[in-house]
């Protein structure tokens, strides 16, 4: 086990050039699975109902009725139709259902409506319907990609006011740009469709990359009393702590937390950590190896300085 620990460390130290083909190739496939998803259906990503428009009908429920079956036979009644049913809990118990659809005309309303109350009593006190039409849903999106765009740009120029070097701060972006690149593509394989609140989750997923890198980035620059490897080795130790803390949150959560909302938000977390450690601690590790030896050594690194 030891000699294979060796073999590991060993090649991650001298063959980082060769490592740095991973995450650039994982960059590019994600930019060609983005790619497609455009050209397949006009946008890059797979936009849920609050996000493209659409309705949802609400329905007072105790737990008594099964949601798995409800879905698949409004599914079986409307196959053209996007439809999801989820439930709503609160403090633990089942309160309502809600059914979501791609519908927004009144009259496809009122069939969806007709056809589900062949499974569920409705009355005018126990079920609501709200629609959201498609102009409102493309405003949403706008809004959120807008917001996602400044809070990139925001963190740029803070990462540059606090290195300020161009280099060792592109290596920060790059890194923040390729996890959030990455986890898209890989959230669309997922078969997922995006919501407000998993926006919210590629915002705290910025935040959570630029963390690991401006720590590796300032133990690089900053620790120059330490030969290159052991500064690295020593923010690889405190951002590993970090990303499986808040791994281990992620997956307590998934397992115990149903409301989908939440889910939505820990899958494209759980994704974007995963992601991070590659894009940190391989990416962003090999640009700042390459960036010292060509700067600092005159494009060599010695024995002494690289271990």
Request: proline fraction near 1%; charge should be neutral; aromatic fraction near 10%.
């Amino acid at each position: 086990m030891t000699s294979m620990l060796d073999s590991v460390k060993k090649f991650y130290e001298q063959q980082y050039k060769y490592l740095l083909l991973f995450p650039f190739l994982l960059l590019v496939g994600s930019f060609l699975q983005i790619g497609w998803q455009y050209a397949e259906t006009g946008d890059f990503v797979n936009k849920g109902i609050t996000l493209k428009g659409g309705s949802t009908i609400t329905v007072n429920d105790d737990g008594s009725i099964d949601s798995i079956a409800l879905q698949r036979f409004l599914q079986e009644n409307f196959p053209d139709t996007e439809i999801l049913v989820r439930t709503i809990t609160t403090a633990g118990s089942v309160v309502s259902l809600a059914i979501d659809t791609d519908l927004q005309e009144s009259s496809d309303i009122d069939n969806l409506l007709s056809v589900l109350g062949q499974k569920v009593i409705l009355t005018k006190e126990n079920y609501s319907v709200e629609i959201i039409g498609s102009s409102l849903g493309k405003s949403f999106f706008k809004q959120t990609a807008i917001a996602l765009l400044i809070a990139f740009v925001l963190m740029a120029a803070v990462v540059f006011l606090y290195f300020r070097t161009l280099i060792p701060s592109l290596t920060v972006i790059l890194a923040a740009f390729s996890d959030i690149v990455v986890t898209i593509a890989i959230f669309n394989l997922t078969g997922m469709k995006l919501s407000t609140a998993g926006v919210a989750a590629f915002l705290m997923l910025i935040g959570y990359s630029v963390d690991t890198d401006i720590l590796l980035g300032s133990r690089f620059f900053k620790r120059q009393d330490l030969p290159v490897m052991e500064r690295i080795y020593s923010a690889i130790k405190t951002g590993l702590t970090m990303t499986t803390t808040a791994i281990a949150a992620v997956v307590v959560t998934l397992i115990f937390v149903s409301n989908d909302v939440v889910k939505q938000i820990m899958v494209i977390l759980l994704i974007g950590l995963f992601v991070d450690i590659i894009m940190t601690w391989i990416q962003n590790v090999g640009t700042l190896r390459l960036y010292h030896e060509k700067t600092l050594k005159g494009g060599k690194v010695t024995d002494e300085t690289r271990f």
